[in-house]
């Protein structure tokens, strides 16, 4: 009996042994467990701080990048675009002009132009459209509201000699906002709204008639008008 004593003694005291071992062990896996909690808390702590400044610097990226583009379209305040007039070999400018007002029912001023040439596009199967400076912002309105009234016009009322393609007059966009106003058209088309629209190099959008109108100022704004339209398509 005290042998069988003994020998349980001595297996109870190496147990004890290897119990304070893992013991140990498990208090050094605690501390070891904490540490990395902590580690892993000041990392998040980072990120965080990392993604509230990445928030701010894509805020201001924004902010500069749309007052850039309001300077763009700020240099181009007193200009028209006109599409659609055929480009012939030595064509005189000025001629021109004075057929192309005179479509509108206006009498070109030479005095009244600071420049006008065409500008290169990047189809090959586009005709270069002319650009047109004026001294002021209301020479400007003045052709773009005398195009409003008499449009659609062709290029035949230009030039008896020229096709019978249609003529666009109308505000000188930056490229920025012409991309804007290319992709805002094409969404606008596939969500069912009627209307697509700039001034004063804002874009606009309306569905029908006597609805309010929209502007789209940035592409985060045509998500929301996708989403919008998605919406209401839903609750009709």
Sequence with gaps: MFVELRRNAKEFTEFRTSLDFFSEKIDKSNELMEELKLAC?????????????????????????????????????????????????????????????????????????????????????????IIVKFTTRQDRDDWLQAFKEVRPITADKINRHFNKDKIFINEHLSPENKQLLGRVKEA?????????????????????????????????????????AKAVKQVK
Aim: net charge positive; glycine share 6%; charged share 35%.
């Design 188 to 228: 606008a088309r596939s969500k069912g709204y009627k209307y697509v629209w700039s001034r004063e190099g804002k874009i606009f959008v309306r569905r029908e008639n006597g609805e309010k109108c929209i502007r789209i100022d940035v592409s985060d704004d045509l998500g929301k008008l996708l989403n919008q």
């Design 41 to 129: 808390n000041k990392q998040k702590k980072e990120m965080e701080e990392i993604k509230e400044e990445n928030r701010v610097l894509k805020k201001s990226v924004a902010t500069l990048e749309q007052r850039l583009r309001n300077m763009e379209q700020y240099s181009r305040q007193t200009n028209v675009e006109i599409n659609g007039v055929p480009e012939t070999n030595g064509e005189h400018m000025e001629e021109l002009l004075k057929d192309v007002a005179s479509s509108i029912g206006l009498e070109l001023k030479k005095e009244r132009v600071i420049a006008a040439h065409r500008v290169p596009t990047f189809s090959r199967n586009r005709t270069p459209p």
